[in-house]
């Protein structure tokens, strides 16, 4: 089916692991977004992507590593995770060629640090 | 930065009530609003898109407004659905970001 997948939905780690969440889209999207939410704190941007091999930190990106070698892929890796980190992330993409237009969401990715 | 903010933070209807939830933003230089709605344990939907050009858009029973100049975006859902019982999320779309307000969790009761 079209659209934005992300894995694992669930995660349990402990804290000094390191994680990676994936994220894929089928519609060839440029922009790509990852955002963690977290209660009190609404949605926060991690990092994103303009296009393949090009990517810019967010509001808050410190602990987190991001890539995007294909464009239909965009995953964030935790290289240390932390108990800060425990939060629940989600894969954004925009449907246009720039940054104006509709933004599309996947399921998210629910991870625990120990 | 720029500064989206979301009131009131929940809000309880009875079913069939018409609402308007609020939406605000200090940084009056965006590209578009989107209103988004959010399940429990759920991604975001994407609800309504209006760019900057643009005074409203309406899909079904939604039609969001946007103000641009006094930095204001309203969502009206007529005739509330207890299916409508979300949390509604509105985002600002500037130069290279998009920012998120902390939504207003509806309940509709039937």
């Known amino acids: 089916d079209a659209g934005i997948t992300q894995s694992p939905r669930y995660k349990i780690t402990e804290t000094g692991r390191q994680v990676t969440l994936m994220c894929h889209q089928t519609w060839s999207h440029s922009y790509m977004f990852w955002y963690r939410q977290d209660l009190g704190h609404g949605l926060r941007l991690i990092y994103y992507s303009a296009a393949a091999d090009i990517t810019d930190k967010g509001e808050v990106p410190d602990g987190y590593v991001v890539s995007r070698s294909k464009t239909e892929n965009f995953p964030l890796t935790l290289e240390s995770a932390t108990r800060s980190q425990t939060s629940v992330y989600f894969c954004a993409s925009i449907g246009t060629s720039g940054n104006t237009g509709e933004l599309f969401f996947g399921e998210g990715s629910r991870l625990t640090v120990l | 930065k720029q500064e989206v903010t979301q009131i009131p933070a929940a809000l309880s209807v009875p079913e069939g009530e018409n609402l308007v939830l609020n939406c605000s933003f200090t940084?009056?230089?965006?590209?578009?609003l989107q209103w988004f709605r959010q399940d429990p344990g759920k991604g975001l939907t994407s609800l309504l898109l209006i760019q900057s050009s643009q005074r409203e858009q309406t899909s079904g029973r939604l039609n969001a407004s946007l103000d641009k100049s006094s930095g204001r975006s309203t969502l009206y859902i007529a005739a509330s659905q207890p299916g409508d019982s979300a949390t509604y999320l509105c985002a600002v779309t500037g130069a290279n970001n998009l920012f998120f307000g902390t939504g207003t969790r509806l309940t509709v009761i039937p």
């Open positions: 940084d009056s230089a965006i590209y578009n």
